[in-house]
């Protein structure tokens, strides 16, 4: 069957074929990656073996599925991906595209464009995303991080905190200010990793995994590291953020974890009835959340409505993975406390292969990362609903 | 892996013309008062223009379901109370499923058009959906059937000329269309806090002719469910029509309700409440049209009905209850329109299931039958 990406039924039929051809490549290239087990890597795998996934997926187009926006079915697509690699455990939430697309898209020169964004969607290199600092989080004009300008280029030094895969990043896009400290002057750049200066402190999570601390030592960076336009950072930020994923990929831990409780209730005799509601309450939020995911995918781009239902998407299902990861291990009891890191071999008598266990430890930080919640309401009770912004300093 | 494909969410479509206008008024708490007080609790004027426009589209009309759940929506924000769900929707549904040709032209043409009125008995007074919540039985005689039991809650019956019941009869279920004049046939108004003419109708060996069976006898059960189904569709969308109603009611006065100079709705703990009461409303909205979408291209339901009710009941009842909280002491006035939407929400847990129910449905369908008791 063939759909003309004009009729109405396109979207269903591209996210059909692309879904299923992605199930397809996704067990057939996870089912080796028990020998490639890395407990230090948020991805819980080794980074040959995430390189290997990342190429190889890149050679197939699908990281780059979708992209620019204007493709019938974009948004779609990669709600599709980002859903179904979450789903499969693969080492391909956090690729160079999904971290850093937007801007590079976005904002990108003519020179940066050519090299990047094919080496991005085929998978060739990787990168990580360091904006924030020890005093600057979701609150990012504070952040402290200089870029002095140097004989034409920059100098840049500050540290940064809660980068995701720093270790393994070939480049990262961070900003620092480029004008006085409390002004908006800020600027972004894309660091090579390997530059002198660049230094990556792993910082052990309480899941194990390590989250990164990028150190800039006077960086020298050449003027063709500015993406975008000097002093304009903020409104990137701005722009990236509301072109910020649908959550789909929160979507994609939940069904994965819903599907391991279901294996658990179903081999315990069913399960008792309190579990088995639980159970079905949870399955039912799955689908509210799915709603939500795509309401915000389809909202018109840069409007108040699109913010506040990325938002509420957000929201919903980062605290939906924590009432999962709460009900699969209480309704396991002893054995639910039994924690193992992803790909590890399975520690009896644990439920689920521990896999609970570590959900209940893993899924702390979706309501903080990305906006914490708070914050999320805040602009869900203002850009949707119109309430008053209390006056910030 | 349960396969789930993003898709674009489905628009509402329009309301017929002149419907928006013919609720003007309303939420008309006065109005609302007027019409609780005396059966059959609804006003009977404005449902005969109703039907007689052709607002509400027939069940059989497959790929006009949405204007039918769109409708349902509005009159929940209007909180107008109306036979559409139990009378028009469920008798309709029903009669559409479990009836041959002769029961369409009988019953659900008068039905439609509103010739005659209809209401739906379903459950005893126990109130259970399973398949052994029906305590009508019907015994075949000589002539026909007779009927001993009762079936309750049943909203707006006072006023109805034909009682669309579900009885027992031997292993199976049968529908039969009762008229209400029927000899042995009772009909007592429930006092619920829905205000919605909930009845009780005792059938004292009522001698029916063997014509009264809605299609085939002991086969209605499946029909019906599938009837239900399509009618929690609709519920769930009056449901969220009433918490929007109550939404927008709250952040009116978040907005316009100042304390020590500030508008109430300056302050986070307010803001919260109002971001996961909208979360809610658009949650439970997007799930409505969707669960509505799969009607119109006849797709298979399985457990879409279920899950919307397990979803919609308790959250749009927690957003009722929110915008009681943020209205304060004002809101608790029955001149003030909160309470008509609480009362609403609350009425449609329990009708054709509550959550509770409707969860354990889909921990069945999703877990097996549970062994560990």
Redesign the interface.
């Known amino acids: 069957m063939t759909v003309d990406e004009g009729q109405p039924g396109y979207?269903?039929h591209a996210?059909?074929v692309f879904?299923e051809e992605l199930?397809e490549f996704l067990a057939a290239v996870m089912a080796e990656a028990g020998e490639h087990a890395d407990p230090a890597d948020l991805t819980g795998l080794d980074e040959p073996f995430e390189r290997r996934v990342l190429g190889t997926a890149g050679t197939r187009g699908m990281l780059g599925i979708g992209l620019p926006d204007e493709v019938p079915a974009g948004p779609?697509l990669r709600?599709?991906f980002d859903?179904a690699v979450a789903?499969?455990d693969a080492p391909l939430v956090d690729t160079a595209v999904t971290l850093a697309g937007f801007s590079v898209a976005a904002f990108a020169n003519e020179e940066q464009h050519a090299f990047f964004l094919p080496r991005m969607t085929g998978g060739e290199l990787t990168m990580c995303v360091a904006y924030s600092e020890r005093e600057a989080g979701s609150d990012l004009r504070a952040l402290s991080a200089t870029a002095v300008e140097e004989g034409g280029g920059y100098v840049l030094s500050g540290v940064k905190t809660l980068v995701t895969g720093a270790h393994k990043a070939d480049w990262c896009c961070t900003v620092a200010r480029t004008g006085p400290l409390g002004s908006a002057a800020m600027t972004m750049f894309l660091v090579d990793m390997a530059a002198p200066g660049v230094r990556v402190v792993r910082r052990p999570t309480m899941n194990g995994w390590t989250l990164d601390e990028v150190h800039f030592d006077a960086v020298r960076l050449p003027p063709g590291a500015v993406l975008g336009e000097p002093g304009r950072a903020w409104r990137q930020l701005a722009a990236a953020l509301r072109a910020e994923r649908?959550g789909?990929f929160h979507?994609g831990f939940a069904?994965?974890a819903?599907?391991g409780l279901?294996r658990h209730?179903?081999e315990?005799?069913?399960?008792?009835?309190v579990s088995?509601?639980a159970?079905?309450?949870l399955?039912?939020?799955f689908?509210?959340?799915?709603?939500?995911?795509?309401?915000a995918?389809?909202a018109d781009r840069g409007s108040s409505d699109a913010v506040?239902?990325a938002?509420?998407a957000k929201?919903?299902a980062t605290e939906l993975l924590q009432r999962i990861a709460q009900e699969a291990t209480e309704a396991a009891g002893h054995q639910g406390m039994i924690h193992a890191p992803l790909f590890a071999p399975e520690p009896a008598p644990a439920a689920a292969g521990g896999r609970f266990a570590w959900e209940y430890l893993e899924r702390v930080h979706g309501t903080i990362g990305a906006g914490a919640n708070?914050l999320?309401?805040?602009?869900?009770?203002?850009a949707?609903?119109?309430?008053?912004?209390?006056r910030r300093k | 892996?349960?396969?789930?494909?993003?898709?674009?969410?489905v628009s509402p479509p329009p309301l017929p013309p002149g419907f928006e206008e013919s609720l003007r008024d309303w939420p008309d708490p006065a109005a609302a008062e007027a019409l609780a007080g005396v059966a059959p609790g609804y006003d009977t004027a404005w449902w005969r223009t109703a039907l007689g426009r052709g607002w509400f589209p027939s069940p059989d009309r497959r790929s006009d379901f949405g204007v039918l759940v769109r409708a349902a929506e509005r009159l929940g924000a209007a909180a107008m109370p109306t036979p559409l769900l139990n009378g028009f929707v469920l008798g309709g549904f029903a009669l559409l499923f479990a009836g041959d040709a002769r029961a369409h032209r009988e019953h659900l043409a008068p039905l439609v058009s509103g010739e005659r009125r209809y209401a739906t008995g379903l459950t005893g007074r126990e109130g259970s959906y399973a398949p052994d919540g029906t305590h009508l039985v019907a015994r075949p005689n000589a002539d026909g059937w007779v009927l001993d039991g009762a079936v309750c809650f049943v909203p707006h019956a006072a006023d109805a000329d034909v009682l669309l019941v579900l009885a027992r009869s031997g292993d199976g279920h049968t529908l039969f269309a009762v008229d209400t004049a029927a000899v042995g046939v009772s009909t007592r108004l429930l006092p619920t806090l829905g205000r919605d003419g909930q009845c009780e109708i005792a059938m004292n060996a009522v001698r029916l002719p063997a014509a009264a069976v809605v299609g085939a006898p002991g086969e209605a059960w499946p029909l019906v469910q599938s009837a239900v189904d399509r009618t929690l569709i609709v519920q769930c969308a009056d449901m969220v029509g009433a918490a929007d109603g109550a939404l927008r009611h709250t952040?009116e006065h978040?907005?316009t309700r100042h304390q020590w100079g500030l508008?109430l709705?300056?302050?986070?703990s307010?803001?919260?409440r109002?971001?996961?009461m909208?979360?809610d409303v658009?949650?439970?909205r997007?799930?409505v049209y969707?669960a509505a979408a799969l009607v119109e291209a006849g797709e298979p339901l399985g457990t879409t009905a279920s899950?919307l009710k397990?979803?919609c009941a308790p959250?749009c009842r927690a957003v009722s209850a929110a915008a009681h909280q943020l209205a304060g002491g004002e809101g608790i006035h029955a001149d003030v329109p909160l309470h008509l939407w609480y009362r609403r929400i609350k009425a449609s847990e329990p009708m054709l299931g509550g959550p509770?129910f409707h969860?354990?449905v889909?921990?069945d369908a999703?877990?097996?039958?549970?062994?560990?008791?």
């Open positions: 979207a269903r996210v059909e879904a199930d779609w709600a599709a859903f789903a499969h649908s789909m979507l069904r994965h819903l599907d279901r209730l179903r315990t005799g069913g399960g008792d009835p088995r509601d159970f079905a309450a399955e039912v939020d689908t509210a959340g799915v709603r939500l995911a795509c309401r995918l389809s506040a239902q938002s509420m929201v919903f708070e999320q309401r805040d602009t869900i009770a203002q949707g609903l119109g309430l008053p912004t209390a | 892996m349960t396969s789930v494909r993003p898709l674009p969410p952040v978040v907005k508008p709705g300056v302050l986070q307010v803001q919260h109002c971001a996961d909208l979360t658009t949650a439970c997007d799930a969707a899950v397990a979803l959250r509770r969860r354990s889909l921990s999703l877990l097996g039958p549970s062994t560990t008791g």
